[in-house]
């Protein structure tokens, strides 16, 4: 197996006695994109900071590109904030042409790529976010990083702009770049070919989506009257998600549901569960785990 | 669709200088139903939302809307203040609607328990995280028990732990009789509303139920490992979950194996057409 292009070995990180971090293992390698889920507070903005040297570890060890994160390894990642990154008030060739002259690679060449190039003279702020966003990506992309950090990028552009804004990563990972990408959308996740789920800090689940939702399943209620149905469910202490009209209840086996809906007209049966359901099981359970 | 207590919009349009922001759009909320408004930033979901609940005046079509008091109203922002605490915010907007006291503090304490807020109930709400201020948001639009629940994008940006508890919050008012109607980006989470809009630069894409909008897809959707060398079936062709889906439109599937569409396919295959003009229409 080829070094990885970023590793995190055991990394921990307190806040005074809070430990926001705690014994992470994380590894990228070339033609990879990891995809990082977890709850708000459950350390992705710390890690990713950790990776990128901005944020000392209290614990384990973190290597960029085989040698402790420097200056000189932050030239060879590509970051795409969630805020884009781009300066609104310059153009799109603008914005290129600075960045090149940051990153010393070909100054003062404004080549655009083909797919902004009618947006070249346009002021950022004037973009539609889904060009803004392939602009932000261009920029991101343009001194061929080897490493790619994404913070959920595509969020806001509709499902065939997203496709898009995915083709452009998956030819980079074609092209040997590493990526970790940070996501709340499940269909992003999807995308991604590896997983790693923390939850508290640590790591809950790591591995592909069919690994990671694996055997999980969802009971599903069909009712004649699903209102009546989930107020049953409520009054139990079981909490249901609306779907069209039946209502999905993740991680309990449907017999769990029949007391609490006895003598109402329902079908109960048993679904493999989404992505999305699976992942909250692992949040709830790695929240509650001491 | 109309009827008793059938919210919506009309063949409503809205133009902002020289954009045109809506353009002819038709939306029915119904009550006791979950209704969504999906599309990507800049569609036109919030100026259609505006409409309904009477903050924006049309240029055309008609809005049908309850008494302004029976309306709920998520805004874009927080639509909480934020140098009120939590609970506060929760009294003021139940005094404001006239809403009992004691009444009022039954409600309250049931929805800060349900949804992990209790514990915040005398935080400022400029100090919650993203995901609690939308939750208060909801619970606060949702106190009145409206006939019509409106949320601007309610679930953008929330982990997926917060946003079972939104949706848990959307269920309730749904299952209480509101007709709601609620904007979002994210086409698997429109595909858990009993009805959908798409939205795109202020024109409907499709309308209907999920099952209706995926039925409408002309032509077949196939998977394949590759993506299509060149031409026009390249040009029909979107990556989804590291394969890519080839849209035939004609009745030949062609070469590839047919796949059994969701929503987010018919929207990608929707937003091809447009892109690829009339060709394909």
Redesign the interface.
Known sequence: MPEPLAECAGVSRAFGRLTVVDRVDLAVGPGEVVGLL?????GKTTLIRMLLGLLPVSGGSVRLFGRPPSRAGRRRIGYVPQTLGLYDDLTVAENLAFSRAVFSTAPGLADVPESLRGYARVCVRDL???VARRAAFAQALEHGPELLLLD?PT???????R??L??TI?EAAGAGAGAIVTT????EA??C?RLVVLASGRVVAAGT?AGIVGQARTAVVRAAD??AA??RL?AAGI???????TLRVPARPASGLAQALAGLPVRISEEPATL?ER??EL??AG?SAP | MTGPGVWGAEGVSVRFGARQALDRVTISALP?R?TAVV?????GKTTLLRCLVGALAPGEGTVRRPDARRIGYLPPGTGVYEDLSVAENLRFRSASYGIPAPAAEREVNKYLERTGLAAARDRLAGQL???MLRKLGVVAALLPQPDLLVLDEPT?????????DL??L???A????AAVLMST????EA????RVLVL?SGQPLAEG??AEIVAAIPGTITVAAERPAAGDERRRS?????AWRVWQPGADPGRGEAVAPDL?DA??VA??RR?LGASHA
């Open positions: 977890g709850a708000n507070g459950a539609p976010l889904g959920e969020s806001g552009v509709d499902p065939l702009a496709s898009r995915w083709e998956g709340h959308n499940m269909e999807e995308e070919s989506v699903w209102a989930l107020r409520e909490r249901a998600v609306l779907s069209g009209e999305e992942f909250f949040a709830a929240i | 006791g979950v599309g990507a930033d800049g569609a995280s993203g995901g953008t940006g929330v982990d997926p732990v917060s946003r079972a949706w848990w959307i269920a309730s749904a299952a209480g009789g980006t994210y086409t698997d595909a858990r509303a009993a795109d139920t999920p979107w990556r989804r979950a590291g987010q929207v990608c937003a091809l892109e």
